[in-house]
């Protein structure tokens, strides 16, 4: 039955790995679901386990840097791309697997928001006590909205954006904010919170998640493996169900 089971996942693209040491991933928060279904794909195949460490995009960038060992990590793909370039990941294996826009959210028992048009969204943003975005990618991209809103300076002293790793829907759900702007992977499943939806389109910008072997792995066929996961078909209903589009 398992020799079965290894030959049909092997059919669909995952090669089957010796057993061996644990495999260590760095992967974010925000990629949460689209990285669980392929841990259990690849545990199944190979036996093999994974230790996942959660965080957020910049965090795990810092830990890379400051050399925290792994054997694959996955990140936004312009942070693979900057430390593929540093010699710290593994070009060649890079993956990119899934991309994900930005929502907005407010906490639940708030009263609706209109954000259905940039001028309605400049109208709720003014009209609110407190915002908060991300310090990673869709953060840096929603300042930028803000000041092309005209309302940047407006903004300043009352959006926060809380470290890396950090859960925008906590603080939303906690009352520390009124709106919130995570990536909507982030939103579709977090309690206490409403999500309100998209963006404008127009406003839009969505990021892509990739992930490559750790230039410092021995586990060079398990990685392999792992990464190859993670655009396996099984694993993409889990992808879509988190909001987010597989690649």
Not at 159 to 182: H, K, M, N, V, Y
């Amino acid at each position: 039955m398992f020799a079965r089971f290894v030959c049909l996942i092997a059919s669909a693209g995952l090669a089957c790995v010796a057993a061996a040491a644990e495999l260590k991933v760095l992967a974010p928060n925000a990629a949460r679901e689209p990285v669980i279904q392929p841990v259990a794909v690849f545990e199944k195949a190979t036996g093999q386990q994974v230790k996942v460490s959660w965080s957020g995009t910049e965090a795990i960038t810092r830990r890379i840097a400051e050399g925290e060992a792994a054997d694959v990590v996955i990140n936004a793909v312009q942070n693979i791309e900057r430390q593929t370039q540093d010699g710290k990941l593994v070009a060649a294996s890079r993956t990119d697997f899934a991309r994900v826009g930005i929502g907005v959210a407010i906490p639940a028992a708030a009263p609706s928001l209109d954000v259905s048009t940039p001028e309605a969204l400049r109208s709720s943003l003014l009209s609110a006590k407190s915002v908060i975005v991300s310090s990673g990618t869709s953060g840096r991209h929603m300042l930028e909205v803000f000041a092309n809103l005209g309302i940047g300076e407006a903004l300043k002293a009352k959006t926060t954006q809380p470290p890396s790793g950090a859960q925008i829907a906590d603080s939303l759900a906690a009352g520390r904010a009124e709106i919130g702007f995570p990536q909507i992977s982030e939103l579709r499943h977090a309690p206490g919170i409403r999500y309100l939806g998209p963006i404008p389109a127009e406003l839009q910008s969505y990021t892509t998640y990739s992930a490559a072997r750790h230039a410092g792995s021995a586990q060079v066929d398990a990685a392999a493996a792992f990464l190859r996961a993670l655009r396996d078909p099984a694993t993409q209903a889990a992808t879509r169900a988190a909001g987010m589009e597989p690649l």
